[in-house]
């Protein structure tokens, strides 16, 4: 395998070098999401899937891999080690994938696909938001080619049979976590360190974007589970990775009240500043206790490879792909890191096995309107009140925001009662 050394990299430069994001840039638009929920659904009905066809011998296979970013960086080195994962299922050697690094959100990426096309690669995948226009258009030039982008919103909508969007429901990881935190801040209250009243969470967020937001809901959904005195205060710093500004932001809001931090904003500033303070801490993506070995309690993070080994799979035995896709604890494709046992509370990693056992079978789920008021009223009143909140209508159904399953980006972009989120 070409990046086993990847992840040792990473661990070596993590305090010194910013990581992307889950989304290499922003998700749709939440508005733009929800509103073509609709529309999207419809086109679905008509092109779920690829067409099934001929297989592709694996020793056939060639594979190119856009990438926003590199190995150094913790959002590209995820991709880069699903990858791997699919390169090992498949037995595929490394003259079978070609990887293009730090390919920026414009004409370059569709330069980079044409390159890959005219190598011989017969599955392009591309990872950042940013590069979907352009991955499209070398789609519908190259009809023969299988297209794979991650964190778009478009592929349903396109027409294309060649053309898929690929995501993660980590939501799910989201919420364990917050179900993490939230006994932390519970652990924290019998100890009488803070009372009830004070348990206040601060979030680190990147942008006000529906992935951001759908996120945070779901980690604040989760601590709330196990501990209902909690509330939220989000502020942003207006960039995927910042990490002066994210020390900064999570320094301003421990200062604010804030008695434990998480973050979607991908460097370890805002863990560094909650070592500092004795604060506990939720990161994203990688470990963090390297940087805080004393308050880091773990990290929602993202398993690319479940869906590289599915898509390759697929390609290898003629089987149809999905238009859209997005899995997480059903399909493994989702988890948290390592619990920090001197840091997280008693009988966290009994309780975290339960959730996650919960979310796998399908018998909880995170965005249960149940569980949460926007403005005092449910959503389900809400959405029949119409108005600006009629676009949600697709996505609400037995008692649940359906989250990532009508498209595969995220569309929950609703501030909800218990969370205040700085004005942009």
Wanted: aromatic share 8%; with cysteine.
């Amino acid at each position: 395998m070409k990046k086993k050394s990847c992840s040792i990299l990473l661990g070596i430069m993590l305090a010194a070098t910013s990581l992307l994001s889950a989304c290499g840039s922003a998700t749709a638009d939440s508005a733009d999401a929800a509103t073509k929920a609709s529309s999207q659904a419809a086109s679905e009905s008509t092109a779920t899937e690829s067409a099934q066809g001929a297989g592709i011998a694996a020793s056939d296979l060639k594979v190119g891999v856009i990438y926003v970013g590199d190995e150094n960086e913790g959002y590209t080195e995820s991709h880069m080690a699903g990858i791997d994962a699919m390169q090992e299922a498949l037995g595929l050697t490394d003259d079978q994938i070609i990887e293009k690094t730090t390919i920026p959100e414009d004409e370059t990426c569709y330069d980079a696909a044409v390159d890959l096309a005219s190598q011989g690669c017969n599955a392009i995948f591309a990872t950042s938001f940013g590069h979907e226009d352009y991955l499209l258009q070398a789609a519908g030039e190259y009809p023969d080619i299988q297209f794979f982008h991650a964190t778009g919103y478009q592929a349903a909508s396109s027409g294309l049979s060649n053309f898929h969007n690929y995501f993660t429901k980590i939501y799910e990881a989201r919420y364990v976590s917050g179900v993490v935190a939230g006994l932390k801040l519970n652990e924290m209250i019998e100890k009488g360190d803070i009372t009830e009243d004070k348990a206040k969470i601060g979030y680190v967020g990147a942008f006000p974007y529906a992935e951001v937001i759908s996120g945070y809901t779901s980690f604040y959904l989760g601590a709330k589970s196990v501990c209902p005195s909690v509330t939220m205060e989000v502020q942003y710093t207006n960039s995927w990775a910042d990490m002066s500004a994210e020390n900064e932001v999570a320094t301003s809001l421990i200062s604010n009240g804030a008695v434990l931090i998480s973050q979607h904003a991908d460097t370890t500033g805002a863990p560094s500043a909650c070592e500092a303070a004795g604060v506990p801490c939720v990161g994203y993506n990688v470990d963090m206790t390297s940087v805080a070995p004393n308050t880091a309690l773990t990290s929602a993070a993202n398993n690319w490879g479940a869906y590289y080994t599915i898509a390759g799979q697929s390609l290898v035995d003629g089987t149809a792909i999905p238009v859209d896709y997005a899995e997480g604890y059903d399909k493994g494709c989702v988890n948290i890191t390592a619990l920090n046992e001197g840091v997280v509370a008693e009988g966290t990693a009994d309780k975290v096995a339960e959730v996650e056992a919960a979310l796998a079978d399908g018998s909880l789920h995170v965005f249960d309107t149940t569980t949460f008021t926007v403005g005092g009223k449910t959503l389900e009143d809400l959405v029949a009140e119409g108005g600006d909140y009629a676009k949600y209508a697709d996505y609400v159904s037995d008692g649940y925001f359906h989250e990532s399953e009508i498209v595969s980006a995220p569309a929950f972009d609703l501030i909800i009662d218990g969370i205040t989120a700085q004005a942009q």
